[in-house]
């Protein structure tokens, strides 16, 4: 495990999800992440995207700090180091934007903060080396744990002032809502993990020198969500939600027609279940490749210590496998006592479940190819 927060995910989840802050003092421990891994980062990336970005009071304009040019026939763009490096220099930020598809360890550690909040994440890196910080006092509308890797970075947390915002409640034309007077005002040290609720306000500051954290982004359904779904999946099924719409006075009666049959949709504890399903169906960790695999499968014993990848919890994850494409053999691992705490050993999961051996390691092989399960320390 890269990362000790200090706490159980269930203490997390009732004391401190969006509901308040909360520091964690070198959580991240020994880490091997400095301007080698960074340098690499950046040079490894193909230009073609929104994935790099400078901010300086405003979003510089690409043309400034790249160029287009022909390589063998093909177009290709690449940074002007001088001009990239100026704007450093001058206070800009450099923005890495979904960081977590370029760094190994990124993603470990988003996947780790995915398992401990019980939700899909995505990375954003901020490099600065000192100026005014990228976007001044605002909330985002997802949760975000800031993971400092290298150099100082001052925080400000304000309390809310809008609950829970979603995606399109940004805080752009409400900043004179921010409070004054901060409840947190601490510089994160390199290994410092900072948990910030969607809609706190915050300024981080690279007031210390050269700086850069990653913001790993924490996107859970809401229940507007649901609410989607259910319209896009559930209600044209029903007559009363098919009828025409119009703009005229007696389309209301329609809408009330219909009211009792959304009702009963959302309701309906079986659509929910389905909702679910889909929800731990979309999950795809992505993790870095393991190409030794190709020729030959892990090797596993009955002493080698297994668990699941998700944000979502073991056994959830693995109902949702068994139900959605697993054979019925595979349906034996899914009983209370498999993952208990999310690992278990191979010799545990043939003991409990009475499949052989042979083909439970062929089982576990499989499912550690689809990234759905990892060895173990």
Excluded at 229 to 242: D, H, K, Q, S, V
Aim: proline letters at 4%.
């Amino acid at each position: 495990m890269l990362l000790d927060f200090g706490i159980s995910r269930e203490q997390f989840t009732k004391e401190y999800r969006e509901k308040s802050f909360r520091i964690h003092k070198n959580a991240l421990g020994q880490i091997e992440f400095g301007w080698e891994q960074l340098n690499a980062i950046i040079y490894c990336t193909e230009l073609r995207s929104s994935f790099l970005q400078l901010y300086k009071g405003g979003w510089v304009p690409e043309e400034m700090f790249t160029e287009s040019y022909s390589e063998i026939g093909f177009p290709r763009k690449r940074i002007i180091k001088n001009s990239f490096y100026e704007y450093l220099r001058n206070g800009a930020t450099l923005i890495l934007n979904r960081v977590e598809t370029k760094s190994p360890l990124i993603k470990n550690i988003c996947v780790e903060i995915a398992s401990f909040a019980g939700a899909q994440t995505l990375a954003n890196g901020y490099l600065a080396f000192g100026g005014e910080g990228s976007f001044g006092n605002h909330w985002d509308t997802h949760d975000v744990f800031a993971v400092q890797l290298i150099g100082r970075k001052r925080w400000k947390i304000y309390k809310p002032t809008f609950d829970l915002p979603i995606q399109s409640q940004t805080s752009k034309f409400r900043k004179h809502e921010c409070p004054s007077e901060p409840v947190f005002d601490e510089v994160l040290e390199p290994g410092d993990v900072l948990y910030v609720p969607r809609g706190w306000w915050h300024n981080a500051q690279p007031s210390c020198g050269e700086t850069f954290h990653i913001a790993v982004g924490v996107h859970p359904p809401h229940v507007v969500d649901y609410f989607s779904w259910i319209c896009a999946n559930i209600l044209p099924r029903f007559l009363e939600c098919r009828d025409s719409f119009l703009p005229e006075e007696s389309s209301y009666e329609k809408v009330i027609a219909a009211l009792e049959v959304v009702h009963e949709a959302l309701s309906d504890r079986a659509n929910f279940a389905l909702f679910s399903q889909y929800v731990l169906d979309q999950e795809r960790l992505a993790m870095p490749f393991s190409l030794e695999k190709a020729r030959a499968l892990t090797t596993l014993d009955e002493a080698t210590v297994v668990g699941v990848r998700s944000a979502y919890g073991a056994q959830a994850k693995l109902d949702a496998l068994c139900s959605a494409n697993a054979s019925r053999d595979d349906q034996q691992f899914c009983t209370d006592q498999i993952f208990a705490g999310n690992v278990a050993t191979v010799g545990a999961l043939v003991r409990s479940t009475g499949v052989p051996l042979q083909e439970m390691l062929s089982t576990l092989n499989d499912w550690m190819l689809r990234d759905l399960l990892e060895v173990r320390d």
